[in-house]
């Protein structure tokens, strides 16, 4: 599904995805960075943060790459055809995508089996995540 016409777990105030966490960080970096506001890009209804110009030309050049699956929202809840928050600082690279999820206990039983939560949660998101 494009994430063009995809839920997109945002701020109330700002529209930041993310909470405004760098997506394109967690591939290069390998870890939950800050975006900062002179670096941002609007994609999907919502404004996305970065480090640099670097990683915001990345991103509008493939955002699909970079922006977490669910739309930024907890895998693990979507899996349980619930919307939960999405913790930037709590997240996981499979198979070349972002996942992020609610808390660290959530993603202990996340862990526990991810390939069976990411195939429920990919069957459910595609209704989920449409926007009405």
Same mark, same amino acid.
């Given at each position: 599904?494009?994430? #063009?016409n995809t839920?997109?777990? %945002?701020?109330? +105030?700002g529209?930041?995805a993310?909470?405004? &966490?760098?997506?394109?960080? &967690? +591939?290069?970096? =390998?870890?939950?960075?800050? =975006?900062?506001?002179?670096?941002? @890009?609007? *994609?999907? $209804?919502? %404004?996305?943060? +970065?480090?640099?110009?670097? $990683?915001?030309?990345?991103?509008?050049?493939?955002?699909? %790459? *970079?922006?977490?699956?669910? =739309? =930024?929202?907890c895998? /693990? !809840?979507?899996?349980?055809?619930?919307?939960?928050?999405?913790?930037?600082?709590?997240?996981?690279?499979?198979?070349?995508?972002?996942?992020? $999820? *609610? $808390?660290?206990?959530?993603? %202990? #039983?996340?862990?526990?089996?991810?390939? !069976?939560?990411?195939?429920?949660?990919? !069957? @459910? /998101?595609?209704?989920?995540?449409?926007?009405?």
């Amino acid at each position: 599904m494009s994430q #063009t016409n995809t839920k997109i777990n %945002k701020t109330t +105030f700002g529209d930041l995805a993310l909470k405004g &966490y760098d997506p394109v960080a &967690y +591939f290069t970096e =390998g870890k939950a960075v800050e =975006g900062r506001k002179e670096f941002t @890009h609007d *994609y999907a $209804n919502a %404004k996305w943060r +970065f480090t640099s110009a670097t $990683n915001r030309d990345r991103f509008a050049t493939d955002p699909e %790459k *970079y922006v977490p699956q669910y =739309g =930024g929202y907890c895998a /693990w !809840g979507i899996s349980q055809e619930k919307f939960y928050d999405g913790d930037p600082q709590v997240w996981k690279i499979v198979d070349g995508k972002l996942y992020v $999820n *609610y $808390n660290k206990e959530i993603e %202990k #039983t996340w862990e526990k089996d991810k390939p !069976g939560f990411i195939a429920k949660a990919d !069957g @459910h /998101w595609p209704t989920m995540g449409q926007l009405s």
